[in-house]
């Protein structure tokens, strides 16, 4: 039975990929259990079964076999409709690349996912200007991506992923391209917002700078964990 405070769970879960005649078997009976504001960081080589890990708590991916279970419920039964408005509504995305969109500003892309989910503009704008404050950024709402450091970058993007007040983050390799004192700041500032806004974030990362600061850290290999 899940409890109140689990934000994701895993129970059982095997995923196989197949490439031409070759089976892979990207992950091989994991269980998993995520808290409420919790930075939980899973590390391993290639292949290892991270991103598929990712792939499955953001349901972008469905398990071969095993349940997936996002705040008390199974999400295996959903359809592709219900399980895209559970993306847009309850979780957030942060990428290496950052993906933001180059012609929005700063506000603009930070706003993007209230306007999808149809929040009324003064809301909107409020809840943008708390956010950009929150990251420091409130002196950047005008301008564009390629005017920001990829420091800076990556706290829009955290930003982008926390307007929602999501109950997830998933977040790959979130600090691949930072040096070493921006990537402090961007784990300070992801620590910091997830657990004033009881966010649980899963990372995928190779980043031992990173891991020293979550609060949990699961190794994999080969689909299982250590």
């Known amino acids: 039975m899940s409890t109140p405070s689990s934000v994701v769970e895993l129970h059982g879960v095997y995923k196989t990929y197949h490439l031409g005649a070759h089976v892979i078997p990207a992950l091989q009976g994991i269980d998993l259990s995520v808290q409420r504001g919790e930075l939980l960081a899973l590390t391993g080589p290639s292949g290892s079964g991270k991103s598929t890990i990712l792939n499955l708590c953001g349901l972008i991916d469905t398990p071969d076999a095993g349940d997936i279970v996002l705040d008390g419920n199974s999400v295996n039964g959903l359809n592709e409709v219900q399980r895209t ?119 995928a990362t190779h980043d031992s700078r990173l891991t020293s600061r979550c609060d949990r850290v699961l190794a994999l290999l080969d689909g299982r964990f250590l």
Not at 111 to 134: H, I, N, S, W
Not at 139 to 154: E, K, V, Y
Not at 168 to 180: F, G, H, M
Not at 184 to 200: F, K, N, T
């Open 85 to 203: 408005l559970l993306r847009r509504d309850a979780l957030g995305f942060v990428f290496q690349s950052f993906n933001l969109v180059p012609v929005m500003t700063v506000a603009e892309n930070v706003d993007y996912p209230l306007f999808l989910a149809g929040v009324a503009a003064t809301e909107r704008k409020e809840r943008v200007a708390a956010q950009l404050e929150a990251v420091g950024l409130q002196d950047h709402a005008q301008h564009r991506p390629d005017a920001l450091s990829g420091g800076q970058r990556q706290r829009v993007a955290i930003a982008r992923a926390l307007i929602k007040r999501p109950r997830l983050v998933i977040a790959d390799e979130p600090t691949a391209s930072l040096d070493s004192h921006t990537a402090d700041q961007v784990l300070d500032l992801m620590r910091e917002r997830g657990h004033a806004e009881g966010a649980a974030f899963v990372i």
